[in-house]
């Protein structure tokens, strides 16, 4: 089955900052990978997604970076604000498939004001 | 407010009981999904259905079932609790099979 490392486990930044989390998938045929924000007390949001056919997805002050050969995904965050503060999951999987989606084990962020 | 609706929002029970958590998904979504996560823990998935079927089981106790019903609203049946159940429920619905998940807001339970 699918496996997803994620790194690091927590990142501290200073507000303005950029900060990047990385993952890395093993099954080849994964086609699509989601990004969750998780804020304390609530559920996972979907914050961005890219799919295999496109390298790079921006929205604002995220962007996602796909390197299918290499099987690893990055999240980018510029200008990072106290409100980015919370837990940021990876997640990949097979659109279409039966297999089931796999998380990343979640990044704690931490933007100091 | 991602239109997925769960109920109740906090349950407390004590060890031995047999509790049912209730997931609305989404609007025209097919699939649902149930996840547990315990403090410090990741997103453990338990098990998925599509249109009414079991598709897909993860890390489920033998002592944990589910359903989705004909109207695509689910349950997840957890019974003879213990203490270490104790966790945040998650259910989380998406049109198809594979694509974007979105979350409900939690049931979170606490066992006594």
């Known amino acids: 089955g699918e496996n997803v490392e994620q790194h690091p486990s927590t990142l501290s930044v200073q507000e303005g900052d950029s900060a990047v989390i990385k993952c890395t998938y093993s099954?080849?045929?994964?086609?699509?990978f989601p990004w969750y924000k998780q804020e304390l007390g609530k559920g996972p949001q979907l914050i961005i997604d890219?799919?295999?056919?496109?390298g790079e997805k921006k929205d604002q002050r995220i962007a996602v970076t796909l390197n299918k050969t290499a099987k690893h995904f990055s999240l980018h965050i510029t200008e990072t604000q106290p409100e980015d503060s919370a837990v940021y999951f990876c997640?990949?999987?097979?659109?279409?498939?039966?297999?089931?989606?796999?998380f990343g084990r979640g990044t704690s962020l931490i933007v100091h004001p | 407010d991602s239109g997925v609706t769960q109920t109740p929002k906090h349950l407390i029970t004590a060890t031995g009981q047999r509790v049912t958590l209730r997931c609305s998904p989404r609007?025209?979504?097919?699939?649902v999904y149930w996840y547990q996560q315990s403090l410090d823990q990741g997103l453990q998935f338990l098990i998925q259905?599509?249109?009414?079927?079991?598709?897909a089981k993860g890390n489920i106790l033998e002592r944990f079932s589910a359903q989705q019903f004909p109207d695509l609203h689910s349950e997840l049946n957890l019974s003879s609790l213990e203490l270490g159940d104790s966790a945040l429920y998650f259910c989380?619905?998406?049109?198809?099979?594979?694509?974007?998940?979105?979350f409900g807001p939690g049931t979170r339970l606490t066992v006594t």
């Open positions: 259905y599509y249109n009414g079927e079991e598709r």
């Open positions: 099954d080849s045929a994964s086609n699509y």
């Open positions: 890219i799919r295999s056919n496109v």
């Open positions: 997640a990949a999987s097979l659109e279409g498939g039966s297999y089931i989606p796999t």
């Open positions: 989380a619905s998406s049109p198809n099979e594979g694509n974007e998940q979105y």
């Open positions: 609007s025209g979504d097919l699939s």
